[in-house]
């Protein structure tokens, strides 16, 4: 896949046996490109921005980018990444575990309805329930590590599952990990054939030969490395 910013010169070129690196050392440059990145990831289309596949397509990037960032904070409790999780829940329950779950639930449903009656108010229960809905009512805590590489791998294998054609852009995750478990992310993400793009503020040196890297200084100068 090719994506071309039209205020970006070089193609920026995205394949699963390479990673993209992007370096931008010009501050106001590198919120503009994030903030547009951002804006596609929640739905909107940008005009500065198309995406191309091999047989030069025009695609539609909406809703495929994936972007992950704020790694001090990053909590796989929040309520964006809780919602992966029950997702892939769902999406790898047995059949025969679904349909004894929502029987059960509708015993309770049945208990529950027999206590309203009672009360002299007038109170309706939705009984539209299904086995997403009753997987969305339960809080679920992720066992995560103290290793950031360790939680972005188990998030990263979360929403594989549930899609396999997004990008997935990390920003300046590179002053979060070693140069050892960078590496292993980059193994991982070989392995699993994904689409990744790096951006980072800083200057870094290459540690595997897949990666395409594209410098823009504070002139707004571009290298292809």
Known sequence: MKINVNYIDNELIVEDNKILNIEIYN???????????????????IEEISAFNKQN??????????????????DLY????????????????????????VKEYSKVYDLISNIVNLIDIPITIKNDFDFESIIKSFKFEVNFFDNLLNNLIDLLEV??????????VF????????????????????????????????????LNDNVNKIIIDTDLDEFVI
């Not at 501050?27 to 289309?45: P, V």
């Not at 699993?192 to 980072?200: A, L």
């Open 159 to 168: 929403k594989l599952n549930l899609s396999k054609e997004k990008i997935y």
């Open 27 to 45: 501050k106001k440059f590198f919120y503009r490109f994030i903030k547009d990145l951002n804006l596609i990831e929640n739905g909107n289309a």
């Open 171 to 206: 920003i300046n995750l590179k002053s979060y990990l070693s140069n050892e478990d960078l590496l292993e992310l980059y193994k991982y993400i070989f392995a699993k054939n994904i689409n990744s793009i790096f951006i980072d503020t800083n200057k870094y040196d290459d």
């Open 78 to 101: 929040n309520k964006k990444y809780s919602s992966d999780f029950q997702k892939y829940i769902v999406k790898n329950s047995e059949e025969k575990n679904i349909d004894k779950i």
């Open 57 to 74: 397509e025009e695609i539609n990037l909406t809703n495929k980018i994936e972007i992950l960032s704020d790694f001090l904070d990053f």
